[in-house]
């Protein structure tokens, strides 16, 4: 059985884009001819919604996933429930709590080439849950002032992660997104990642886009929604450079 590379999507602060990458980058691989698979980790279930699964329509979610109920074969979506948002205290009496979403999956998948995680924004036992599951982290990242003072935060959660748990772990890159190229800190900000992570940051950044966000409103990926808008070219561009720098072709 070949094995999927899961990625799991990761930021703690929110309103950065994760979700949006997350949807748009598995979209895009899908067009490149690769089997992908979206497991929804956040109680807020954004990916989910962006992704045209009505609420009433998750009978089977990441949650049942995670506790062993539901089955992953055929699904190119697993997505959330509410029920997520007390799984911190649910979950910390489990043996090896950490490596609950890590069994579940790790047999399940072997349909898949891709396997993307959405994760929630916090560093909670979910995402902990992601990183032992995952292969590797694509960080979306914020064009603002702030942005490596949480990185920096997330990469030592990565590190401790590698070395107690999950030692295959490896960060795969950093996304720049709602990129602005008429305001001059989205500059400064690119250039002071870049200056810190080198070539783990990708080449390609997502542009503020008005369609990006209107999309989930419709429940769709922005690449469906507009396929020649300004965000949609940016993810197809993104989807084609995490295939080159992963060795993968498009198929």
Do not use: W
Not at 204 to 224: C, D, W
Request: charged share 20%; net charge neutral.
């Amino acid at each position: 059985m070949r094995r999927a590379r899961i990625v799991a999507v990761a930021n703690q602060k929110g309103g950065v884009g994760k979700t949006t990458t997350a949807i748009n980058l598995a979209t895009a691989l899908a067009a490149a001819g690769h089997r992908i698979l979206v497991i929804d980790l956040d109680a807020q279930g954004n990916a989910s919604t962006g992704l045209g699964i009505e609420r009433k329509a998750r009978a089977l979610t990441s949650y049942e996933l995670i506790l062993g109920e539901a089955e992953v074969p055929g699904l190119f979506i697993i997505p959330a429930s509410q029920d997520l948002a007390g799984a911190d205290l649910e979950f910390t009496a489990r043996e090896r709590r950490e490596f609950l979403l890590s069994r579940a999956i790790r047999s399940r998948v072997g349909d898949f080439d891709e396997v993307l995680i959405d994760c929630p924004p916090s560093l909670n036992l979910l995402t902990i849950n992601a990183l032992v599951a995952a292969d590797s982290v694509l960080v979306p990242l914020q064009c603002e002032f702030y942005a490596l003072e949480g990185l920096s935060q997330l990469v030592r959660t990565i590190e401790r992660v590698q070395r107690a748990l999950n030692p295959r772990l490896e960060l795969q890159g950093v996304v720049l997104t709602m990129y602005d190229q008429r305001n001059n800190l989205c500059d400064l900000v690119a250039a002071d990642v870049r200056g810190h992570l080198g070539a783990k940051v990708f080449d390609t950044m997502i542009p503020r886009n008005v369609r990006i966000a209107e999309a989930p409103s419709h429940g769709k990926p922005v690449l469906i929604y507009d396929h020649g808008c300004a965000g949609s070219q940016a993810y197809i561009r993104l989807a084609a450079e995490v295939l080159r720098r992963s060795g993968t072709a498009a198929r």
